[in-house]
């Protein structure tokens, strides 16, 4: 089992350097989830579901994307959504889509039916929402099952309904979770994870015993044999956790409150612009690194450069005194966090993805 990331987009705030704004891909084994969704999101879409096809060798299947996560609603990680959303009408989408987002409590407190008239920031995501739905982007014009969900982190509202629910999981077992962060509009960062894997097959012990019985304890049945019966559970070895990763969004530097295995977090500035990166609630390549030793990342993916970041090699740099696995996603990047936890970089070329 693996999970993947496509890097569609490391550019913070307007496209510069070559980069393009906020957009990542997420392919688990159950399914896709789409995280944030910048502007032109669904050209660079086009044109890496191409290079797949031709140096991947597999397409990714838009009927197996089921969710979009939005970090917040800085137009640099929204403003390819509705257009998205019209192309896959225009496909013929007939799937069920979720799209799920932070906003404030106070919005929440609103829409539950309080009194108060909360000062909602220009940027935040249940006002995009209101414009979104007055632009075409229901159920009805779509022609397709789009279900929105805003929450403040702990309170998640269908805003089809206007009921309170709990935080959608579209999948069977793979995990969706959302982490607070802190930007100057609500945000928040999400994590994906699988679901604890069956310890190894202790295939030492049951060799010794015959075929038909190996093959039921290998499926995890207990098996009556001789005067005996033989429990599946102990020809296994201790479960192993799922994989996970976190996808940060904007934010100050602040900790995650939660594990992963791969944080992919915003590195907007290095150290030398810390002053800045304050003053904006953004985090630089060192505390982006310092985040990733406190949620026990194994590896640290830095992502999200400043204009005036011309390359990849100071952010690692700076990164890479403080955590020991680091890399710098560019635009097209696949990462691959593998079964055993190892991280495999595949970095976009002219003849295809070269693993670094
Ligand atoms: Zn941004």
């Known amino acids: 089992m693996t999970l993947e990331v496509h890097i569609l987009g490391t550019s913070s705030a307007r496209p510069a350097q070559g980069r393009s704004v906020s957009g990542s891909i997420v392919e688990t084994h159950e399914g896709m989830v789409v995280v944030d969704c910048g502007e032109g999101f669904q050209n660079r879409l086009v044109d890496h579901r191409a290079k797949m096809k031709a140096f991947g060798g597999r397409r990714l299947k838009m009927a197996r994307m089921s969710t979009i996560l939005l970090t917040h609603g800085h137009l640099d990680h929204t ?37 108060n008239e909360p000062e909602v920031n220009s940027s ?38 206007g009921e309170e629910i709990p935080l959608p999981q579209p999948f069977p077992s793979v995990k969706l979770s959302a982490h607070s962060t802190q930007h100057t509009v609500p945000s928040c960062a999400w994590k994906i994870m699988t679901a604890p894997r069956l310890g190894k097959f202790d295939r030492e012990a049951a060799n010794k015993l015959p075929n038909e ?15 005996e019966v033989l429990l599946a559970a102990d020809f296994r070895e201790e479960p192993r956790p799922g994989l996970s990763l976190v996808i940060s969004g904007d ?3 602040k900790s995650i409150e939660t594990e992963c295995d791969l944080l992919i977090h915003e ?4 150290e030398s612009h810390s002053d800045i990166a304050n003053e904006h609630l953004h985090s630089t390549a060192a505390g982006a690194a310092r985040t990733a030793l406190e949620c026990g990342a194994k590896h640290l993916a830095l992502t999200h450069y400043s204009a005036r970041l011309e390359d990849h090699g100071p952010a690692i740099v700076e990164a890479g005194d403080i955590h020991e696995s680091v890399i ?29």
């Open 328 to 356: 710098a996603c560019g635009d097209g990047d696949r990462l691959i966090l593998n079964d055993d936890f190892s991280l495999q970089h595949l970095v976009i070329q002219p003849q295809g993805w070269m693993t670094y």
């Open 213 to 227: 019985v190996r093959a039921h304890l290998g499926a995890g049945e207990d098996v009556e044999f001789g005067e």
């Open 79 to 115: 403003w390819g959504l509705l257009p998205w959303l019209q192309t896959m009408a225009l496909d013929g989408r007939r799937e069920p889509l979720w799209v799920i987002g932070p906003t404030s409590p106070e919005v929440i407190d609103t829409l539950l039916g309080g009194e």
């Open 251 to 253: 934010t100050a530097e």
């Open 267 to 270: 590195a907007t500035f290095l």
């Open 124 to 161: 935040d995501l249940v006002l995009q929402y209101d414009m979104w739905m007055d632009l075409g982007a229901t159920s009805e014009a779509l022609g397709y099952e789009l279900n929105w969900v805003l929450g403040d982190g702990t309170r998640w509202l269908d805003m089809n309904t």
